[in-house]
T-cell receptor, first 116, second 112 residues
Framework: EAGVTQFPSHSVIEKGQTVTLRCDPI?????LYWYRRVMGKEIKFLLH????????ESGMPNNRFLAERTGGTYSTLKVQPAELEDSGVYFC??????????????FGSGTRLTVV | SQKIEQNSEALNIQEGKTATLTCNYT??????LQWYRQDPGRGPVFLLL?????KEKRKERLKVTFDTTLKQSLFHITASQPADSATYLC???????????FGTGTRLQVTL
């Protein structure tokens, strides 16, 4: 089966611009997560979708970040306007059930965002 | 405050030896703990999951232990190979929340 796909793999934008990241989860996975790793820090949770609904968005840094999952398939994460501290690697993950059973999460390769 | 610590940033061992990585946590009551492998430029890859009521889990050359009294998990790779070189991450899930909280990872280097 295809894995979790993220696009683009890299993005370099200027401060103040807008960037949209996309994630295509594994087909049939209702749960979709966004995580972020900034330089030198651990991977941190941003938010969790169950189908098209936001289940937990406690990790979203501020209102410059907007995540959507229309139709419960792919998801987008928009940063508007981007700031320097938004630079990092953004990971998307999906899982088949909420408790992740015995299978853990399947992560994409990430989008490396650089804000200059 | 809540904290997850992995024993060291880097661990170097010789091929054939057993690598032991440590994950310690404070102020958590995890429902389960997961270990992931991450290679440069890639996302984490799930390896093993162990629940709070389990002491040990094995998968091929991998073994994970979980001591909720010590608040510690140990991750062992036996008969290590250069291909095992990667960063290994532990992650906790607590209660009914689905989100994972990650440690900073340990970079393992296996040399010939």
């Amino acid at each position: 089966e295809a894995g979790v796909t993220q696009f683009p793999s890299h993005s370099v934008i200027e401060k103040g611009q807008t960037v949209t990241l996309r994630c295509d989860p594994i087909s049939g996975h209702d749960n979709l997560y966004w995580y972020r790793r900034v330089m030198g820090k651990e991977i941190k949770f941003l938010l969790h979708f169950v189908k098209e609904s936001k289940q937990d968005e406690s990790g979203m840094p501020n209102n410059r970040f907007l995540a959507e999952r229309t139709g419960g398939t792919y998801s987008t994460l928009k940063v508007q306007p981007a700031e320097l501290e938004d630079s990092g690697v953004y990971f998307c993950a999906s899982s088949q059930d909420r408790a992740s059973s015995n299978y853990g999460y399947t992560f994409g390769s990430g989008t490396r965002l650089t804000v200059v | 405050s809540q904290k997850i610590e992995q024993n060291s940033e880097a661990l170097n061992i010789q091929e054939g030896k057993t690598a032991t990585l440590t994950c310690n946590y404070t102020n958590y009551s995890p429902a389960y703990l997961q270990w992931y492998r991450q290679d440069p430029g890639r996302g984490p890859v799930f390896l093993l999951l162990i629940r709070e009521n389990e002491k040990e889990k094995r998968k091929e050359r991998l073994k994970v232990t979980f001591d909720t009294t010590l608040k510690q998990s140990l991750f062992h790779i036996t008969a290590s190979q250069p291909a095992d070189s990667a960063t290994y991450l532990c992650a906790l899930r607590t209660g009914t929340a689905s989100k994972l909280t990650f440690g900073t990872g340990t970079r393992l280097q296996v040399t010939l």
